[in-house]
Nanobody, 124 residues
Framework: QVQLVESGGGLVQAGGSLRLSCAAS????????MGWFRQAPGKEREFVAV????????IYAPSVRGRFTISRDNALNMVYLQMNSLKPEDTAVYYC?????????????????WGQGTQVTVSS
């Protein structure tokens, strides 16, 4: 049974930082590209970042590039999202997900396993 469990969300002031974590189990984590998505109230779930199985390549959404960093630790089956210079528009539920195809992807349909999400709220 595959499980992805996010943690680290919370309430932070604009300009602050948070580090999200995602603990994976039940899948061959070291052979899966992993990504983060987010969903704000009333909006569709959108891509944030993705990292290759080996950690050597990443892709970021333009809205977070330069502020967010995705990383992973295959020994611990963990993926992280360091979020700096947070803005109120970053407020959303953040989801960890596993890519089901060989290539890196920014498309939701290319991800087959999802966590339950963790709430991030940025106050102005």
């Amino acid at each position: 049974q595959v499980q992805l469990v996010e943690s680290g969300g919370g309430l932070v002031q604009a300009g602050g930082s948070l580090r999200l974590s995602c603990a994976a189990s039940g899948l061959t984590f070291s052979r899966r590209h992993m990504g983060w998505f987010r969903q704000a109230p009333g909006k569709e779930r959108e891509f944030v970042a993705v990292i290759t199985w080996g950690g050597g390549s990443t892709i970021y959404a333009p809205s977070v590039r330069g502020r967010f960093t995705i990383s992973r630790d295959n020994a611990l089956n963990m993926v992280y999202l360091q979020m700096n210079s947070l803005k109120p528009e970053d407020t959303a539920v953040y989801y960890c997900a596993a890519v089901r195809i060989i290539a890196l992807s920014t498309e939701r349909d290319d991800y087959d396993y999802w966590g339950q999400g963790t709430q991030v709220t940025v106050s102005s």
